[in-house]
């Protein structure tokens, strides 16, 4: 099993910048979901008329399935500032290469629980860290794309943009700033330093 | 003594660097440092380089510092957690090591056990970060230090010659911000893109060490041409180790290259830090060559 929990409110709204569009992925039945929170929240931006669209819907991991459900609204899509989604790592980690220029964001940190994980295809990984990192690293998982799992940025390793455990693996960090830098991004990595926290089991059952 | 105060003074700092060994017996490493390490400010001292598993750095700084030398303690993120780290600078600080240089460390793949676990639960930015909290008397959880609080020089790497100088810039800030005080550079051969880099670094306000290997041969310099990140030896350099092989084999060569280089870039950096890499014995004649 996986929970997924929305970030607070704050953090998330200084995240948004301009318009946005919420993808809310209710995700497969291995996933428990915030609706309820998740649901006022978007109501709450919606109400102070910043919200170009929203789609509830599931899967989004799957990049084809996500293609075809945005298809139709790539117009509310291309009006928003900032891509606002709400479902465990995978799928934001899928929304963030499949709209490459656009500022995705987030809504949710992922934390593991003992049990059958589900079934996610195999282009991008989630760790559950319960931290998700992923709005300081354009999308990118820093846990499952670094070999040493690194969350501060690129160690002296990488050569001609491959990474030094693998000459087969592009350098994860390499494409963290590459993303960044395309999506006007790199001020994030003035961010204070990060630090893991693997007690964040503790903060689930809280 | 920190190496700091010297940058503060205005001085050209020169390190090398020694590795320890794989077994209990340091008087090589000591002799060797003795012999043609004297004259230079401070000796780096690897942790476990390359992954590959050795006698630990912070014993074999203690064994320097007894023979009269000034070490500094090298510190990986790759073999200890933040426990760990924390408790080993806080051993360092007593017996009177405060030199340090923090990096991430190589993949344990990367070594002689390529089946250990991997930590990484710090990085060279976390770890920074780390030493400067226990500068100000609580460790990483916030809990207060007994009595006096610790006080190093503290120093990490950049690679000024990578493939993405704007890369590497962003992450020399996140070092600086975290709290470095110092840094060294990977092995540069190409003068030209040290001295963009420099301009460029000069806005941290941070002392830089030029990173300097003495080519041994054509074929070192292929090998790191393929497999060192950051390091690029230009073809007119290994032209120029191929051209008299006596001359490159006795040392002659490699000591003129590196020679030139540091007169190149010295007015750009504040230090240089050599990497004998077994050529210790070379380093009197190079510092004298390149006028230092
Ligand atoms: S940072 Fe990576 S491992 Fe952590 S929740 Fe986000 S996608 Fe999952
Ligand atoms: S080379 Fe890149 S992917 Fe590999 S460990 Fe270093 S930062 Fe991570």
């Known amino acids: 099993m996986l929970i997924t929990e929305m970030k607070v409110g704050e953090t998330l709204r200084s995240l948004i910048q301009g318009k946005v569009f919420t993808i809310i992925c209710h995700g497969c039945r291995e996933v428990r979901f915030p609706e309820q929170e998740v649901n006022a929240f978007v109501r709450e931006l919606a109400a102070e008329g910043i919200v170009t669209g929203t789609i509830t819907t599931d899967y989004i991991c799957n990049p084809d399935f996500l293609q075809m459900r945005l298809k139709g609204r790539m117009a509310e899509i291309e009006d928003a500032d900032t891509i606002l989604v709400f479902s465990c790592g995978v799928g934001v980690q899928t929304v963030s290469s499949y709209l490459e220029d656009k500022r995705v964001i987030a809504g949710c940190d992922t934390y593991a629980l003992p049990g059958y994980q589900g079934v996610t295809p195999l282009e991008h990984d989630c760790d559950q860290c319960g931290q998700c990192y992923l709005n300081l690293t354009g999308g990118i998982c820093p846990l499952t794309a670094c070999s040493k799992s690194l969350i501060n940025g690129q160690c002296g390793g990488a050569k001609n943009g491959k990474c030094e455990v693998d000459s087969n693996m592009d350098c994860g960090w390499e494409r963290i700033y590459r993303r960044l830098e395309k999506i006007g991004r790199l001020d994030v990595l003035k961010c204070p330093v990060q630090l893991r926290n693997y007690a964040t089991d503790d903060e689930v059952s809280r | ?292």
């Open chain 2, 1 to 292: 003594m920190r190496i700091t105060e010297l940058f503060d003074n205005g001085e050209f700092v020169v390190t090398a660097e020694v590795g320890p060994p794989k077994g209990i017996c340091v008087d090589h490493v000591v002799e060797e440092a003795k012999s043609y390490l004297s004259g230079i400010t401070a000796v780096n001292v690897t942790d476990n380089q390359s992954s590959v598993m050795r006698m630990g750095s912070l014993p074999a700084c203690i064994a320097l510092k007894n023979a009269g030398l000034t070490p500094i303690l090298q510190l990986t993120c790759r073999d200890r957690n933040r426990i760990a780290l924390q408790s080993e600078l806080l051993g360092a600080a007593m017996l009177g090591i405060d030199n340090i240089l923090c990096l991430t460390g190589d993949h344990t793949k990367m070594g002689d056990h390529p089946g250990a676990k991997p930590v990484f639960d710090l990085d060279s930015v976390s770890l920074l970060h780390t030493v400067k909290q226990l500068e100000s008397g609580v460790d990483l959880a916030g809990n207060p230090l007994v009595g006096e609080a610790p006080k190093f020089a503290k120093g990490a790497v950049v690679s000024p010659c990578s493939d993405s100088i704007d890369a590497q810039l962003a992450k020399m800030e996140r070092k600086v911000m975290a709290g470095c005080d110092y840094f060294q550079t990977q092995a540069v051969f190409e003068p030209e893109k040290f001295i963009k880099f420099m301009e460029a670094a000069k806005q941290f306000g941070k002392p830089v060490q030029l990173g300097v290997i003495i080519p041994k041969s054509v074929g070192m310099c292929k090998f790191m041409n393929n497999n060192v990140a950051g390091v690029h030896v230009p073809d007119d350099m290994l032209e120029e180790l191929r051209a008299d092989k006596e001359k490159t084999k006795a040392g002659i060569t490699g000591v003129e290259i590196a020679a030139r280089i540091i007169k190149e870039c010295k007015p750009y950096c504040q230090g240089v830090h050599i990497m004998a890499l077994g050529w210790e014995s070379k380093v009197p004649a190079l510092l004298e060559k390149a006028g230092i």
